[in-house]
C-alpha cells in the first residue's frame, strides 16, 4: 500500500524559510513521479514542483520558481522527497501535500491535479506579513 508522510510545515514571517518533506513507501517502481501541490482554503489544488526518478528532472509553478527547491533521495529503498522554501511569501499560505504518480509516462510536468491520485494527508505552512 503506498503511504505518504509529508512533515516540516509550521508557521514563518514573509521573507523566512522552510522544508518539507515526504517519506513515500509502498512501491518499488524505479520510475515515478513525485509532486508537491498545495491547496490554501477556498481554492483549488495547485501543483508546486514535481521530480522524475529515473532522470531528476523538476518543474515549478511560475509562482515558485527562483524560490522553491524540490529534491529527491532513494537511499536503500527509503524514498524522500523535499521542498526547500526560501523567501516565502503570504501567499505560499496553504496545505502542502505530497503526490504520487506511478508512471513516468505522459505529460506529467503538467502538474495536473487528475493525474497525481495517491497523495498525502498533508501539512500546513503559514506566512504571515
Known amino acids: 500500500e503506498v503511504s505518504l508522510v509529508e512533515s516540516g510545515g509550521g508557521s514563518v514571517e514573509a521573507g523566512g524559510s522552510l522544508r518539507l518533506s515526504c517519506v513515500a513507501s509502498?512501491?518499488?517502481?524505479?520510475?515515478?513521479?513525485l509532486a508537491w501541490f498545495r491547496q490554501a482554503p477556498g481554492k483549488e489544488p495547485e501543483g508546486v514542483a514535481a521530480i522524475q526518478s529515473n532522470t531528476g528532472r523538476t518543474v515549478y509553478a511560475d509562482s515558485v520558481k527562483d524560490r522553491f527547491v524540490v529534491s529527491h533521495t532513494n537511499v536503500l529503498g527509503k524514498k524522500t522527497m523535499f521542498l526547500e522554501m526560501n523567501n516565502l511569501k503570504p501567499e505560499d499560505t496553504a496545505v502542502y501535500v505530497c503526490r504520487y504518480r506511478p508512471t513516468t509516462t505522459g505529460p506529467w510536468w503538467l502538474l495536473d491535479n487528475e493525474d497525481f491520485y495517491y497523495r498525502g494527508q498533508g501539512t500546513q505552512v503559514t506566512v504571515s506579513s
Open positions: 509502498g512501491f518499488d517502481w524505479s520510475r515515478y513521479v
